[in-house]
């Protein structure tokens, strides 16, 4: 089973990645660099959504019996463990207790010196890991509470009237995308070890 694109849609996507990929300096400044910046960052985010989408597709259809030939990484275990107990605090934290500030520590010693580099245009740009978190976290939050405000759905609380999406979901948020983000780094990690012949 090939992952590659049919062969008709090769040449414009590698187009289309070699645009997004483009270090050349642009010459544009000001406003407008901001402006440009602010839509190829969405442009690259949109494709970024969809790989993610095609990823978590892929994982539902891989065999129970699973892959063999995968390798052992013991930090990569220790974030897997972490982004499974973020997992289950999700649906235990009501009965158990919420373990979310020991989960959000550990989480933070394990990423604290990580940076993630990105270029949304032509210069790369760098933030520290932790804050990217966090910062998906209050921008999914905040979508929460603009959608939960025009009715796209409502929580039990809002049924009387609208209030604000509690900002312990915040947290929430934030565990989960750390959760999402090592499952994808161990996928990446067993992808380079599986030979997928053409």
């Known amino acids: 089973m090939s992952t590659q694109a049919p062969r008709r849609f090769q040449p414009s996507l590698t187009a289309f990645d070699a645009l997004l990929t483009d270090g050349r300096s642009r010459g544009v400044e000001g406003w407008r660099r901001g402006a440009l910046e602010f839509l190829w960052f969405g442009i690259k985010e949109a494709r970024a959504c969809l790989f993610a989408g095609m990823v978590f597709t892929a994982v539902l259809l891989v065999p129970r019996a699973g892959v063999f030939g ?15 107990l973020i997992y289950l605090n999700f649906f235990t934290h009501h009965a158990l ?25 032509d210069r790369e740009r760098g933030i520290p890991l932790l804050l990217g978190f966090v910062l998906i976290g209050f921008f999914v939050w905040l979508a929460e509470n603009v959608s939960t405000f025009w009715g796209l759905w409502r929580y039990p609380n809002q049924l009387g009237t609208w209030s604000a999406v509690h900002v312990s979901k915040w947290s929430s948020w934030s565990l989960l995308v750390i959760m999402t983000f090592t499952i994808v780094a161990n996928l990446k990690h067993i992808k380079a070890r599986i030979h997928v012949p053409d």
């Open 97 to 121: 207790g919420d373990a979310r500030w020991y989960l959000a520590a550990i989480a933070l010693g394990l990423y604290a010196g990580t940076t993630v580099a990105f270029r949304p245009l």
């Open 70 to 84: 995968v390798p052992r990484y013991d930090l990569l275990l220790v974030a897997a463990l972490v982004a499974a």
